[in-house]
């Protein structure tokens, strides 16, 4: 079975700063990888996710992650983070049997 | 506004009430799911269906019932609660539960609190 650990369970930063927020996981088979968002009071987002084909995986407000499979990694980047990316960010990888697990979580707080 | 809907957003319960959680999904997804998530701890999946039928049950409590009536609505039971159930409540869905997934789709959850 696949698991997750994500490094950091919080990570303050100042507004227009970069950031990485770590992953790592678990497999013995074909991963597919995932990030998530939660805002405060909602649900979990889809940030991006990796599945196949470029290890370098972005989504549509900056955010990027790339996929190594030699350390086991799915780190995700920003290079200058805005207060509105305050949130909770969640990793996840599942394999073939649909069978996703989700990481403790990562607090981002950027402050201006 | 995501694809899945929760209701209600918020619940306040005794432990002796009765009370239910709805979730609906007009995506055409075949699967869905119910996850706990309580505070600095990872996201729990109590329960997955897979075309109306029940294919996961990890190990939840007999107080916490669920019930699949078709492929877009799905409904958490909930009677006798304890303190420690407190918590939000997400649904999700998927495309399908077997083979690879390409993510999850959630509602906004239910922020449950026992009293």
């Known amino acids: 079975a696949q698991s997750v650990t994500q490094l950091d369970s919080q990570v303050p930063v100042f507004e227009e700063a970069p950031v990485e927020l770590r992953c790592n996981y678990s497999s013995s088979v074909s991963v597919y990888l995932f990030w998530y968002v939660q805002y405060p009071n909602q649900g979990l987002q889809l940030l991006l996710k990796?599945?196949?084909?470029?290890?370098l995986v972005e989504s549509i407000n900056g955010f990027e992650a790339e996929f190594n499979k030699s350390q086991t990694s799915f780190h995700l980047r920003k290079p200058s983070v805005h207060i509105s990316d305050t949130a909770e960010y969640f990793c996840a990888v599942s394999g073939n049997n649909n069978d996703m697990r989700f990481g403790a979580g990562t607090r981002l707080t950027v402050k201006p | 506004e995501t694809g899945v809907t929760q209701t209600p957003r918020h619940l306040v319960m005794g432990m002796t009430n009765k009370k239910s959680l709805k979730c609906e999904q007009h995506?055409?997804?075949?699967?869905m799911y119910w996850y706990k998530q309580s505070a600095k701890k990872p996201l729990e999946l109590m329960f997955v269906y897979s075309l109306e039928e029940r294919v996961e049950n990890n190990s939840v409590p007999s107080r916490f019932s669920p019930e699949c009536p078709n492929s877009s609505h799905l409904f958490l039971h909930l009677h006798t609660l304890q303190p420690e159930d407190s918590a939000l409540y997400l649904c999700?869905?998927?495309?399908?539960?077997?083979?690879?997934?390409?993510?999850?789709?959630f509602g906004s959850g239910t922020r449950l609190t026992v009293v």
């Open positions: 990796y599945l196949s084909g470029s290890t």
């Open positions: 995506l055409g997804h075949n699967a």
């Open positions: 999700a869905s998927s495309q399908d539960f077997r083979g690879p997934t390409y993510g999850y789709t």
